[in-house]
């Protein structure tokens, strides 16, 4: 099993450019989740889905943000325009199951600078 | 909403020193997770525990889940430098949440 796949792993950008990240889930898994990671502030859940439907997106910082998942074996999360404030890890993670349930398998990260 | 609350945020210890990282939720949880992070690295998960009162081990750590469904605790015995990098709790009722994270440094 190749796990959860992320890419790119790494993105470096400037204000205001529009930056897209994409999560491929383990197979089989029908829960995918959208984390956000700092020093600051933690590993914070930003949003997830559930068999493709967003569940919960309360954690999206604001309108600048947006995830798709237009199925089964892939999603995006979106920001436009970007903020240096945005730099952070970004993690996918995908479990069987709803949020309360299984264990999450987190992908590798896309670290993410914004000049 | 429910909050779950992790403590101490570092902790660095002699390698061969015991750990210990805490957790508690605001609300009565379903079951609680622990991962670990390496540096650099991504979330991994360790252990599920379930029942009111349970304790498992996995080798030198042992996980407790509170007899209230409230509180966790991670104790690590005697660590190793094999043991750095970040412990988080996550608890589940409903939804899942993370917490802070607790950072382990261990000293050669």
């Known amino acids: 099993d190749a796990g959860v796949i992320q890419s790119p792993r790494h993105e470096v950008t400037e204000m205001g450019q529009e930056v897209t990240l994409r999560c491929k889930p383990i197979s089989g898994h029908n829960s995918l989740f959208w984390y956000r990671q700092t020093m600051m502030r933690g590993l914070e859940l930003l949003i997830y889905f559930n068999n493709n439907v967003p569940i919960d997106d309360s954690g999206m910082p604001e309108d600048r943000f947006s995830a798709k998942m237009p199925n089964a074996s892939f999603s995006t999360l979106k920001i436009q325009p970007s903020e240096p404030r945005d730099s952070a890890v970004y993690f996918c993670?995908?479990?069987?199951?709803?949020?309360?349930?299984?264990?999450?398998?987190f992908g590798p990260g896309t670290r993410l600078l914004v000049l | 909403g429910q909050q779950v609350m992790q403590i101490p945020q570092y902790q660095h210890v002699q390698e061969g020193e015991d750990f210990t990282t805490y957790c508690n939720s605001s609300t009565t949880l379903s079951n609680i997770q622990w991962y670990k992070q390496r540096p650099g690295g991504h979330p991994v998960f360790l252990i599920q525990l379930v029942k009111s009162g349970e304790v498992k081990k996995q080798k030198r750590l042992t996980f407790q889940f509170g007899e209230a469904k409230k509180n966790s605790s991670l104790h690590i015995t005697a660590t190793q430098t094999t043991d750095v990098g970040t412990y988080f709790c996550?608890?589940?009722?409903?939804?899942?949440?993370f917490g802070a994270g607790t950072r382990l440094t261990v000293k050669p």
């Open positions: 993670a995908s479990s069987r199951g709803l949020a309360g349930g299984g264990t999450q398998y």
């Open positions: 996550a608890g589940n009722n409903n939804d899942m949440r």
